[in-house]
């Protein structure tokens, strides 16, 4: 018997199971937190966090996607863990290391400096990230943008009038994006940002932090918007600031839903 404790929290409706391995250890592989984050067989999230000890920082965080595929940040689980510590904390993921403010209501994370350079997305290959020269139906020139981890950025008059089921999985999947990519679909109105996104290892959810991120960028570095701004999505709002050159704040909620126990050996 492996039994252990987990948290289930969200960050505007992107939900979270979140193990703290340093008083619940658990060996995590590729199976079994798919078969964690499985909506039907499983517990269900989004994403599942475990956080480790770290020599740097106040905790480190290991981020799987619900396909169980570990990548290198997740802004909206960020506030989420600086939230579950209820301190000023420093967390170390491998997108970088993200200073978080907390306060009762609210996080306020420093997210790395954004990255445009192909290499740094990646792209597959030399062009333009700014506008990259490719469409997917109505979807053309993307900005592509590093903020820990890759997305692409769309503008469009009405991000609703999008399929994104269609188009979102071939975005991911092109080889354009040699490490898949998450897709982002904007629209502007009144100096604010109108999101969804489609994420890499999941689909559509409800609400994408890094996305959030990204988009703003993208808007502020076009002239579309200006810095801070705040970026509407179907599980809420985030404010995002960022002048060029320098990391990205993020504002926004965390919540806690609640605490499970389970065997570790009914999961893969
Ligand atoms: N929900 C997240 C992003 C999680 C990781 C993403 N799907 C990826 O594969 O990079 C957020 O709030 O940033």
Same mark, same amino acid.
């Given at each position: 018997? #492996?039994?252990?404790?987990?948290?289930?929290?969200?960050? $505007?409706?992107?939900?979270? *199971? @979140?193990?703290?391995?340093?008083?619940?250890?658990?060996?995590?592989?590729?199976?079994?937190?798919?078969? $964690? +984050?499985?909506?039907?067989?499983?517990?269900?999230?989004?994403?599942? *966090?475990? $956080?480790?000890?770290?020599?740097?920082?106040? %905790?480190?965080?290991?981020?799987?996607?619900?396909?169980?595929?570990?990548?290198?940040?997740?802004?909206?689980?960020?506030?989420? %863990?600086?939230?579950?510590?209820?301190?000023?904390?420093?967390?170390?993921?491998?997108?970088?290391?993200?200073?978080? &403010?907390?306060?009762?209501?609210?996080?306020?994370?420093?997210?790395?400096?954004?990255?445009?350079?192909?290499?740094? *997305?990646?792209?597959?290959? +030399?062009?333009?990230?700014? +506008?990259?020269?490719?469409?997917?139906?109505?979807? &053309?020139?993307?900005?592509?943008?590093?903020?820990?981890?890759?997305?692409?950025?769309?503008? %469009?008059?009405?991000?609703?009038? @999008?399929?994104?089921?269609?188009?979102?999985?071939?975005?991911?999947?092109?080889? #354009?994006?040699?490490?898949?990519?998450?897709?982002?679909? +904007?629209?502007?109105?009144?100096?604010?940002?109108?999101?969804?996104?489609?994420?890499?290892?999941?689909?559509?959810?409800? &609400?994408?932090?890094?996305?959030?991120?990204?988009?703003?960028?993208?808007?502020?570095?076009?002239?579309?918007?200006?810095?801070?701004?705040?970026?509407?999505?179907?599980?809420?709002?985030?404010? *995002?600031?960022?002048?060029?050159?320098?990391? @990205?704040?993020?504002?926004?909620?965390?919540?806690? %839903?609640?605490?499970?126990?389970?065997?570790?050996?009914?999961?893969?």
């Amino acid at each position: 018997m #492996a039994r252990g404790n987990f948290h289930k929290m969200h960050g $505007l409706g992107n939900d979270f *199971i @979140i193990i703290d391995t340093r008083t619940s250890p658990v060996e995590m592989t590729t199976a079994r937190a798919r078969a $964690l +984050a499985d909506r039907k067989t499983g517990i269900g999230c989004d994403q599942l *966090i475990l $956080l480790e000890p770290s020599d740097m920082a106040t %905790v480190r965080m290991r981020i799987f996607n619900q396909d169980g595929s570990e990548v290198e940040s997740c802004g909206n689980a960020t506030r989420c %863990v600086v939230s579950l510590l209820g301190q000023d904390a420093t967390i170390e993921t491998d997108g970088g290391k993200i200073d978080g &403010a907390y306060h009762e209501d609210r996080i306020t994370l420093q997210m790395p400096p954004p990255r445009f350079d192909w290499q740094d *997305i990646p792209l597959a290959f +030399a062009m333009d990230s700014a +506008a990259m020269p490719m469409a997917w139906d109505e979807l &053309a020139n993307p900005m592509a943008v590093n903020v820990g981890n890759p997305h692409a950025v769309f503008f %469009v008059d009405d991000k609703d009038a @999008i399929d994104l089921l269609h188009l979102g999985p071939q975005i991911e999947h092109d080889a #354009a994006f040699p490490e898949r990519v998450n897709v982002n679909v +904007a629209s502007v109105r009144d100096g604010a940002l109108f999101l969804r996104v489609w994420e890499r290892g999941v689909g559509e959810t409800r &609400a994408c932090g890094t996305g959030a991120c990204a988009t703003a960028v993208a808007a502020i570095r076009q002239g579309k918007v200006a810095s801070p701004v705040t970026v509407n999505q179907a599980g809420g709002s985030l404010t *995002i600031g960022w002048e060029p050159g320098g990391l @990205i704040e993020m504002t926004g909620g965390a919540t806690y %839903v609640f605490m499970g126990e389970v065997d570790w050996d009914d999961f893969g």
